[in-house]
């Protein structure tokens, strides 16, 4: 696949550095479609059909974007405090990409750790901070391989795969996509959920990646791949050997603090109703939020500021706040 320099982007499109990038070979599709055509099934296979039309369409190219140089990222640092490690290598990678015409390659990645300390949220906010869309496949609820590389288009039903509807209806050659909870992803015999990222992740096959169902060549080595995981025994050897594995600890019982109070004046900036609430959180509410996970922080919060407008005060106070659970093991401080 091909790319070119892009012409700079209006500022609506907060795109700091962009190229198009080629994502399949039209030419493909149209040999594809006019097979399709002459084979008289069009309407056995009409969604197929529909799909090549909607791929010459759209056309080939799609943004590849980079941050303009190595971003200020003090801010992901403060709001994730026990991601410190993760953040320093992308870093490295958006340094590598620096001063030259190469675009962004973030080497595949796997966050270890225990539900709720923000493993999700990082990947949203990474995806936001390198100007690229994000797409989420929760890997616990899917239970045939299809779901990532397409069903034949011969089965009833049959559809692409997530990787190709991210590069084909999306809008960028380098998404983020999260792979949430690799580790309990379900398989039998016949299929294997993590089956395609045996080439997916490794940049030499993902150039020429083929979903099933459309049966033309995508690439996909741009894809910015994060995966998360609660236990690294369910994932097999060879996708753990193709990531660079970082173990996310539980925040500190300092960093939970500091969390909290990120979330606090967030969620007030992000909302006309926060001019009406004290702009900083007393330090009892902090010391009651740091008890929670951090995924739990923030519906807390909202509960909070609920309470707050009814009873018309601007101040949260702990009773406010939904109670900790008693006997609910909190994923464990650091000392």
Same mark, same amino acid.
């Given at each position: 696949?091909?790319?070119?320099?892009?012409?700079?982007?209006?500022?609506?499109?907060?795109?700091?550095?962009?190229?198009?990038?080629?994502?399949?070979?039209?030419?493909?599709?149209?040999?594809?479609? !006019?097979?399709?055509?002459?084979?008289?099934?069009?309407?056995?296979?009409?969604?197929?059909? +529909?799909? =090549?039309?909607?791929?010459?369409?759209?056309? #080939?190219?799609?943004?590849?974007?980079?941050?303009?140089?190595?971003?200020?990222?003090?801010?992901?640092?403060?709001?994730?405090?026990?991601?410190?490690?993760?953040?320093?290598?992308?870093?490295?990678?958006?340094?590598?990409?620096?001063?030259?015409?190469?675009?962004?390659?973030?080497?595949?990645?796997?966050?270890?750790?225990?539900?709720?300390?923000? %493993?999700?949220?990082?990947?949203?906010?990474?995806?936001?901070?390198?100007?690229?869309?994000? $797409?989420?496949?929760?890997?616990?609820?899917?239970?045939?391989? *299809?779901?990532?590389?397409?069903?034949?288009?011969? *089965?009833?039903?049959?559809?692409?795969?997530?990787?190709?509807?991210?590069?084909?209806? /999306?809008?960028?050659?380098?998404?983020?996509?999260?792979?949430?909870?690799?580790? %309990?992803?379900?398989?039998? !015999?016949? =299929?294997? #959920?993590?089956?395609?990222?045996?080439?997916?992740?490794?940049?030499?096959?993902?150039?020429?990646? +083929?979903?099933?169902?459309?049966?033309?060549?995508?690439?996909?080595?741009?894809?910015? *791949?994060?995966?998360?995981? $609660?236990?690294?025994?369910?994932?097999?050897?060879?996708?753990? $050997?193709?990531?660079?594995?970082?173990?996310?600890?539980? #925040?500190?019982?300092?960093?939970?603090?500091?969390?909290?109070?990120?979330?606090?004046?967030?969620?007030?900036?992000?909302?006309? *109703? /926060?001019?009406? &609430?004290? #702009?900083?959180?007393?330090?009892?509410?902090?010391?009651? &939020?740091?008890?929670?996970?951090?995924?739990?922080?923030?519906?807390?919060?909202?509960?909070?500021?609920?309470?707050?407008? &009814?009873?018309?005060?601007?101040?949260?106070?702990?009773?406010?706040?939904?109670?900790?659970?008693?006997?609910?093991?909190?994923?464990?401080?650091?000392?």
């Amino acid at each position: 696949m091909t790319s070119h320099s892009l012409v700079p982007q209006p500022p609506a499109l907060r795109l700091p550095v962009a190229q198009m990038r080629s994502v399949f070979h039209p030419g493909d599709v149209e040999r594809k479609l !006019a097979r399709l055509q002459e084979s008289g099934n069009q309407r056995e296979y009409e969604t197929l059909r +529909t799909v =090549y039309e909607r791929m010459l369409e759209r056309g #080939p190219e799609r943004f590849h974007v980079k941050p303009s140089g190595v971003p200020d990222m003090a801010s992901l640092y403060e709001q994730l405090p026990n991601f410190t490690e993760v953040l320093d290598d992308v870093r490295r990678h958006v340094a590598l990409a620096q001063d030259s015409s190469d675009g962004l390659e973030v080497t595949p990645m796997l966050l270890l750790g225990p539900p709720g300390i923000g %493993k999700t949220h990082f990947a949203r906010n990474l995806a936001e901070l390198l100007g690229t869309g994000m $797409n989420l496949l929760p890997m616990s609820s899917m239970t045939a391989g *299809w779901l990532l590389s397409g069903s034949s288009a011969q *089965w009833k039903g049959a559809r692409p795969g997530k990787v190709f509807e991210a590069l084909v209806e /999306g809008e960028y050659a380098n998404p983020v996509i999260v792979v949430d909870e690799i580790d %309990k992803a379900s398989s039998d !015999a016949q =299929y294997d #959920p993590l089956g395609a990222l045996y080439s997916l992740l490794e940049h030499d096959t993902a150039q020429s990646f +083929t979903d099933e169902f459309a049966e033309v060549a995508i690439d996909a080595s741009q894809v910015i *791949w994060i995966t998360t995981a $609660n236990d690294p025994r369910g994932i097999p050897d060879p996708i753990l $050997n193709r990531m660079n594995v970082f173990e996310v600890e539980a #925040p500190t019982l300092e960093q939970a603090r500091a969390i909290a109070s990120n979330l606090y004046t967030g969620i007030l900036a992000g909302h006309d *109703w /926060g001019r009406m &609430l004290d #702009p900083e959180p007393h330090g009892d509410v902090l010391d009651h &939020l740091a008890q929670m996970p951090p995924r739990e922080m923030r519906r807390a919060l909202m509960t909070g500021f609920g309470n707050a407008r &009814l009873d018309r005060r601007s101040t949260v106070e702990i009773a406010d706040l939904p109670r900790v659970a008693s006997g609910r093991s909190r994923i464990g401080f650091l000392q």
